[in-house]
């Protein structure tokens, strides 16, 4: 039994420590995900508290994870696993079963997870932390008392100024497909040998009792002539292979679409990333300006990328006096592009060549004396 308590020790440690650092590198996108299960549950005034939140579980499951490993104050720690693992077990079924949430977000953008899957993996994690809750008096630490406080305190403050880092900043380690090197037109393309999506034709009659009923090709009733059409679907039932990118658009105000104008363009341009401009940084607007500006000058394509409404898009544009223009497309794409509002990319011939935060916005000279060489 020593050796079964110390092995799942080992498991949940390490487990709750990955899925901690690989949701603290992308806190921001955590945060999009929590405010997907608001939403499920009808707690969108929870959004305001998402990325504090987000911010407080990658955290926890570091520190927890690293408790674990060193056996300091294992009764405690047991307890908060159990209460943490009980909770997402709940979510994880809830979004499998209804489902509602195709991706937990337990691994961020590093490993996606059906649902199922999802739920499966936190039954597996219930009964390794009920194996260490049951013996958890049976646990010695791996070093004294005072050593084992220390490397706990470490694994906070560590944990704590890397969450808050990738906050301010940019991701340290990119998963998503927009990620710098990452060609935007490849991963437009669906994967070879991709399977397309699985559809059967459904027919919807209404019978007599004013119910609807639903029928396919080859068990369509005996006594049609009972029902009345409805309508006609094509039902998906398994869900074929997408390309990477399957969302990103980039139209004007009519309607018109300029996707392959401006990825296949061979020269460096500037595209700023703004999901949602009400929410958007403005201390930053005359910087963006300066370097909208100085492009302009040097004949530099820059041009913005938001998902607000077109005449709300003019007002911000005054208000902050853009002289540049401003394109739309997907507010989920945009929030996976770049996770900062607004946040920068530098593109070539549809090749992300770098990115910057707003935190980190770099001037004329910079990107002039790095990239552009003009």
């Known amino acids: 039994m020593k050796y079964l308590v110390t092995l799942c020790r080992i498991l949940v440690g390490v487990l ?4 901690g650092f690989i949701k603290a590198n992308d806190t921001l996108g955590f945060s999009y995900k929590l405010d997907e299960y608001f939403l499920v549950f009808n707690m969108s005034f929870m959004s305001s508290f ?25 009764n405690l720690v047991t307890w908060l ?4 693992i009980v909770f997402f077990t709940f979510l994880t079924f809830y979004s499998a079963y209804f489902n509602v949430v195709k991706d937990c977000g337990c691994f961020g953008d590093a490993l996606k997870l059906t649902p199922w899957q999802s739920f499966g993996k936190d039954v597996v994690l219930l009964a390794l932390i009920l194996i260490i809750f049951v013996w958890r008096n049976k646990v010695k630490p791996l070093f004294e008392l005072k050593k084992t406080r220390w490397v706990v305190i470490f694994a906070l403050f560590a944990s704590s100024i890397f969450t808050y880092y990738t906050y301010a900043h940019l991701p340290v380690i990119d998963f998503r497909p927009y990620a710098i090197g990452n060609n935007l037109k490849i991963g437009m393309l669906p994967p070879p040998n991709a399977r397309p999506d699985s559809v059967v034709i459904v027919f919807k009659y209404k019978a007599k009792d004013g119910t609807i009923k639903e029928f396919g090709m080859n068990n369509l009733p005996e006594d049609l002539e009972n ?75 820059f041009f913005g990328l938001t998902s607000t409404v077109a005449a709300e898009t003019d007002l911000f544009r005054h208000e902050n006096q853009n002289m540049f223009d401003y394109y739309f497309c997907d507010g989920t794409a945009l929030k996976t592009i770049i996770r900062s509002n607004p946040g920068l990319v530098l593109l070539q011939n549809g090749v992300v060549v770098s990115m910057w935060h707003y935190n980190d916005f770099p001037s004329w000279d910079d990107v002039n004396k790095q990239y552009l060489k003009k």
Request: with cysteine; charged share 25%; net charge negative.
């Open 16 to 19: 709750f420590i990955i899925s």
């Open 50 to 74: 998402s990325v504090a939140l987000a911010q407080f579980i990658c955290v926890a499951e570091i520190v927890l994870g690293v408790a674990t490993l060193v056996g300091w104050r294992m």
């Open 81 to 84: 696993l159990m209460l943490m």
């Open 227 to 301: 029902y009345e059409f409805v309508d006609r679907t094509d039902k998906v039932i398994r869900e074929g292979d997408k390309p990477k990118i399957h969302d990103f658009t980039i139209v004007d105000a009519d309607g018109h679409d300029y996707t392959q104008e401006f990825l296949n363009n061979p020269e460096y341009s500037f595209m700023l990333v703004a999901y949602d401009l009400k929410k958007s940084n403005t201390k930053i607007q005359s910087k963006v300006n300066q370097l909208a500006e100085a492009c302009s000058k040097h004949k530099v394509q």
